[in-house]
């Protein structure tokens, strides 16, 4: 069940675009031509995720960390419906 999320991408200014969750990742996609490759089609696998908070600053940031010490941080506009989302299919990963 993907679910689409209005969003952007915080990585040296605000980048925007679009966060696909499904069972197996969340998947960032814009269309700006000038923001390097892969953030263009950014997909963060839900089992190399290792935490995601929280964080006001005006809107809701999420910040993801990521098991390989990375972290991804992401202006989303609808936090409650994400973060229930996220949580569904957080518990399916864990299965």
């Known amino acids: ?3 689409t999320f209005i969003s952007s991408y915080c990585r040296g ?8 969750a499904d069972e197996s990742a ?6 700006k031509l ?3 490759r892969e953030v263009r089609n950014l997909t963060l696998r839900l ?4 935490d995601l908070q929280w ?5 809701p940031i999420a910040s993801i960390k990521m ?3 990375e972290t991804h941080r992401f202006i989303i506009f609808n ?12 518990k399916l990963k864990s299965i």
């Open 79 to 90: 936090k409650w419906r994400f973060d229930k989302h996220y949580k569904e299919i957080s």
């Open 26 to 31: 969340l998947t960032f996609k814009t269309n």
């Open 1 to 3: 069940m993907k679910k």
């Open 67 to 69: 098991k390989s010490g």
């Open 34 to 36: 000038t923001v390097a």
């Open 47 to 50: 089992d190399e995720i290792k």
């Open 13 to 20: 200014g605000i980048i925007g675009g679009v966060l696909y």
């Open 55 to 59: 964080k006001w600053i005006v809107l």
